[in-house]
């Protein structure tokens, strides 16, 4: 199954290098919420962490800056 739209607006702030607050408040969701949407996400796609997230965009396996 694939990412929810908000899920996916998740993705996109951690790629622009947001924080998880800064996230929360671009997003206008609570701490709580966020941390929620991202064990879906890091479920989902079968990664661990924020790392493994710029691993599996960036073909290259390092995130752009």
């Known amino acids: ?5 908000q899920e996916a ?3 996109t702030e951690f790629l622009n ?3 998880h607050e800064e996230t929360a408040r671009q997003l206008r969701i609570a701490q709580a919420v966020l941390e929620e949407h ?3 996400i890091y479920s989902k796609l079968g990664i661990n962490d924020r790392y493994g ?3 599996l965009i960036s073909p290259s396996g390092v995130a752009a800056s």
Do not use: F, I, M, N
């Open 1 to 5: 199954k694939g990412l929810s739209p």
């Open 9 to 11: 607006l998740v993705v």
């Open 17 to 19: 290098g947001s924080s």
């Open 38 to 40: 991202l064990a879906r």
């Open 53 to 55: 997230l710029a691993q």
